[in-house]
């Protein structure tokens, strides 16, 4: 008698093939793109959903698509919640630009009895505070607040070498008290070379209609992104990763390094120094960044900041729980 499941068969057909290098290869050199014109669509609207929710990453310049694991990787890469051995809890704020603040909290485990399920649950929101008004003559006409926020739910799996993982994001904007929202898809990969100190990751993120204000509809920051983790020596790691917005027509980079001074990644205490730099458009955390983190029993503590003359810069501190 046979007992294989036919519908699992399949599924791994498809992660199987989706991963091979010929389909691999396509994804990268669209991301790789320096400036082409590949869609004549408006800029999109969402800016928040650029912003960085995790410090490690934020200090290493936003390169996570192929070095972000556990609940901190949703952002990233919905396939790094993959990794998670029981559960995670997470909070994170930022200083942001004029006196706002971004924050992030998210929490996720393995789904009992689902063969190797994980499931990730998370808040972000970027609150601008009161902001004043002025009349068309200039003068004080009182002030109003703005918000955007996002919830999110996300699944992933290991499938041997390969971690698969997908987000469904509600998004909400508010302005004077004039709120649009709307809904959007990430979707990503990741995998660990064989015989290399090296891993791979491709994400998609931000697919959906937009977000629609009483008649009028903002594309949401669709990219593509590809990234790549390589430790050349044990404790040093080297990030990289490109990001093409679709939507907006270019393609930022990043270059992110991590020196751990002790420890590592299954030890129970740790410290490490990063560090990062961006090219081609500059991002919405700055042009250069660097952190610290320290990870003590199941707890870390993560530090970034990236200087801005022109606006003062930004500040993030995450802390993480393992379960």
Same mark, same amino acid.
């Given at each position: 008698?046979?007992?294989?499941?036919?519908?699992?068969?399949?599924?791994?057909?498809?992660?199987?093939?989706?991963?091979?290098?010929?389909?691999?290869?396509?994804?990268?050199?669209?991301?790789?793109?320096?400036?082409?014109?590949?869609?004549?669509?408006?800029?999109?609207?969402?800016?928040?959903?650029?912003?960085?929710?995790?410090?490690?990453?934020?200090?290493?310049?936003?390169?996570?698509?192929?070095?972000?694991?556990?609940?901190?990787?949703?952002?990233?890469? %919905?396939?790094?919640?993959?990794?998670?051995?029981?559960?995670?809890?997470?909070?994170?704020?930022?200083?942001?630009?004029?006196?706002?603040?971004?924050?992030? !909290?998210?929490?996720?485990?393995?789904? %009992?009895?689902?063969?190797?399920?994980?499931?990730?649950?998370?808040?972000?929101?970027?609150?601008?505070?009161?902001?004043?008004?002025?009349?068309?003559?200039?003068?004080?006409?009182?002030?109003?607040?703005?918000?955007?926020?996002?919830?999110?739910?996300?699944?992933?799996?290991?499938?041997?070498?390969?971690?698969?993982?997908?987000?469904?994001?509600?998004?909400?904007?508010?302005?004077?008290?004039?709120?649009?929202?709307?809904?959007?898809?990430?979707?990503?990969?990741?995998?660990?070379?064989?015989?290399?100190?090296?891993?791979?990751?491709?994400?998609?993120?931000?697919?959906?209609?937009?977000?629609?204000?009483?008649?009028?509809?903002?594309?949401?920051?669709?990219?593509?992104?590809?990234?790549?983790?390589?430790?050349?020596?044990?404790?040093?790691?080297?990030?990289?990763?490109?990001?093409?917005?679709?939507?907006?027509?270019?393609?930022?980079?990043?270059?992110?390094?991590?020196?751990?001074?002790?420890?590592?990644?299954?030890?129970?205490?740790?410290?490490?120094?990063? /560090?990062?730099?961006?090219?081609?458009?500059?991002? !919405?955390?700055?042009?250069?960044?660097?952190? !610290? /983190?320290?990870?003590?029993?199941?707890?870390?503590?993560?530090?970034?900041?990236?200087?801005? /003359?022109?606006?003062?810069?930004?500040?993030?501190?995450?802390?993480?729980?393992?379960?």
């Amino acid at each position: 008698m046979n007992n294989e499941n036919p519908h699992h068969d399949i599924s791994n057909r498809v992660f199987y093939l989706l991963s091979r290098p010929w389909a691999l290869a396509p994804l990268f050199m669209l991301v790789l793109i320096p400036s082409a014109t590949i869609s004549q669509a408006l800029e999109s609207g969402a800016e928040f959903l650029r912003i960085d929710t995790d410090a490690r990453a934020g200090a290493m310049s936003s390169a996570g698509t192929a070095s972000s694991m556990g609940i901190g990787a949703m952002n990233y890469n %919905p396939a790094g919640l993959a990794s998670l051995k029981h559960g995670e809890a997470v909070l994170s704020h930022s200083a942001w630009y004029l006196g706002a603040s971004h924050d992030f !909290a998210g929490a996720g485990f393995a789904l %009992p009895g689902s063969q190797g399920w994980r499931l990730g649950l998370s808040f972000n929101r970027l609150s601008s505070g009161e902001i004043e008004g002025r009349s068309a003559s200039r003068n004080l006409a009182g002030g109003y607040s703005a918000y955007d926020q996002a919830a999110s739910l996300a699944l992933a799996r290991q499938y041997g070498a390969y971690s698969m993982g997908g987000t469904v994001k509600y998004i909400e904007s508010s302005i004077a008290g004039i709120k649009g929202s709307g809904y959007a898809v990430d979707l990503g990969m990741r995998r660990g070379l064989r015989n290399f100190p090296a891993s791979v990751g491709l994400s998609v993120q931000n697919l959906g209609p937009g977000i629609k204000y009483i008649s009028q509809r903002d594309k949401l920051p669709l990219a593509v992104n590809a990234g790549v983790a390589f430790m050349p020596v044990p404790g040093f790691l080297l990030n990289f990763d490109a990001r093409r917005y679709v939507y907006d027509k270019y393609t930022t980079y990043s270059l992110g390094t991590e020196y751990m001074l002790f420890g590592g990644p299954g030890t129970m205490s740790a410290l490490s120094l990063r /560090g990062g730099v961006n090219g081609g458009q500059q991002s !919405a955390a700055g042009a250069f960044s660097a952190g !610290a /983190g320290v990870r003590v029993m199941n707890a870390e503590l993560d530090y970034a900041m990236s200087p801005d /003359g022109n606006l003062g810069g930004t500040q993030r501190i995450t802390l993480k729980k393992k379960f």
